[in-house]
């Protein structure tokens, strides 16, 4: 066997380690935590007592909605303190879209985004500093011009 073989056959071996691990392939901890959370969730209170990674941490979405002036998002939960929302629609044609983060129970806005305008999907986020964990929140999208097909998803960070 060649040098180039055993080289190419070593480099393939690491990388299907590190693609097992979430690590590979610019993955953050958001993209590898879907799969643990949902693991963790089985196992029930046990779950709290495994440290999670520091970091930002999928709690709900990515969800599309089909094009619309309007959305409404279901809740989400944050067990941290810092909450962020990634946002966008599709579209090129002067439609701006604005985010803002609701809490549920009393429907009260904690955090608006400026309007900004549809870039094909282009992700816009919005932070909010100060989520009582374990409150439930959702977003509220709203987009002005000509409708177009929406998508979101909330994070939380573990320090």
Known sequence: MSSTTVRNR????VAALLMGAGLAAGATPADAQPAAHAAAATVGSASHATPQRAGWHLIWG??????????????????????????GCW???GAKLRAAIVRTKDKKVMATSGWDYCHDAAQRRLDLNNAAPGNAYYMRLQLSGPKHSIW??????HE
């Open 10 to 13: 070593a480099t393939l071996a």
């Open 62 to 87: 990515p969800k599309t909605h089909s094009a619309t002036h309007y959305w409404s998002t279901s809740d989400f939960i944050p067990d941290r303190r810092h909450l962020a929302v990634n946002f």
């Open 91 to 93: 579209g090129h044609d």
């Open 152 to 157: 979101a998803k909330a994070y939380d960070y």
